[in-house]
């Protein structure tokens, strides 16, 4: 599975903007970016992916480099309930059989009330 | 109306016994997933299920058997408990292995 690489923690102040990074230098052609956050004491939560052209949700926004060898997960402007680990992960398309996300060791962000 | 649902939420056991975890999804997935975070925090693949086929098994001992008699349903066995095996185990559905999984609360054992 390629690796993805995250700073271990980040802090942010709240009601600002948050950009977390991620670098995934051997991605593949067909892997697509997966971000998921597990707040605390609760199960991993979906955020958002992409592939290619940036994308935006209810939850957030995902800027992916033009050589797709990083990415950043923006939270637009954080509050206290989006204090959790994140995680960026790399799901292949092309690899039937074994369909699953491999989740590395995040990024701890702390919101600063 | 919980999408992902385990139970229990806590089991607390002694070594050598044999206890269950069960787990429903009721979002019409078809792939179901067990996954172990450990007292480090990794979180880690087990076992992933397609219409209720295993079609993932990472290396895990023989004591841990998964059943899904249903495509809502895939529940872990585990036999023979042991001190290492004390962690927090989240079930997990997708539809088609690609689209974004949906995890449940977790369920957090305890060997003594």
């Known amino acids: 599975d390629a690796k993805t690489t995250q700073p271990n923690s980040m802090e942010s102040n709240e009601e600002e903007p948050v950009h977390l990074p991620c670098n995934h230098s051997?991605?593949?052609?067909?892997?697509?970016i997966h971000w998921y956050r597990q707040l605390p004491s609760q199960g991993p939560e979906y955020v958002i992916h992409g592939l290619t052209s940036n994308v935006n949700n209810r939850m957030a926004s995902l800027a992916i480099a033009e050589d797709r060898k990083s990415s950043t997960l923006i939270l637009h402007r954080a509050t206290l309930r989006d204090a959790a680990v994140y995680y960026c992960?790399?799901?292949?398309?092309?690899?039937?059989?074994?369909?699953?996300?491999?989740f590395g060791t995040g990024t701890r962000l702390t919101i600063i009330p | 109306d919980t999408a992902v649902s385990q139970t229990p939420k806590y089991l607390v056991t002694q070594m050598g016994n044999d206890k269950s975890i069960k787990c429903e999804q009721n979002?019409?997935?078809?792939?179901m997933y067990w996954y172990k975070q450990d007292s480090k925090k990794f979180l880690k693949i087990m076992f992933s299920y397609n219409n209720k086929e295993l079609i993932i098994n990472e290396t895990v001992p023989n004591r841990f058997s998964p059943k899904s008699p249903d495509k809502a349903h895939l529940n872990l066995h585990i036999n023979s408990l042991e001190l290492g095996d004390s962690a927090v185990y989240f079930c997990?559905?997708?539809?088609?292995?690609?689209?974004?999984?949906?995890f449940g609360q977790g369920t957090r054992l305890t060997v003594v």
């Open positions: 997990a559905s997708s539809l088609g292995g690609r689209t974004e999984a949906f």
């Open positions: 051997t991605i593949s052609g067909t892997d697509y």
């Open positions: 992960i790399l799901r292949p398309t092309l690899n039937f059989g074994n369909e699953k996300l491999t």
């Open positions: 979002l019409g997935h078809d792939t």
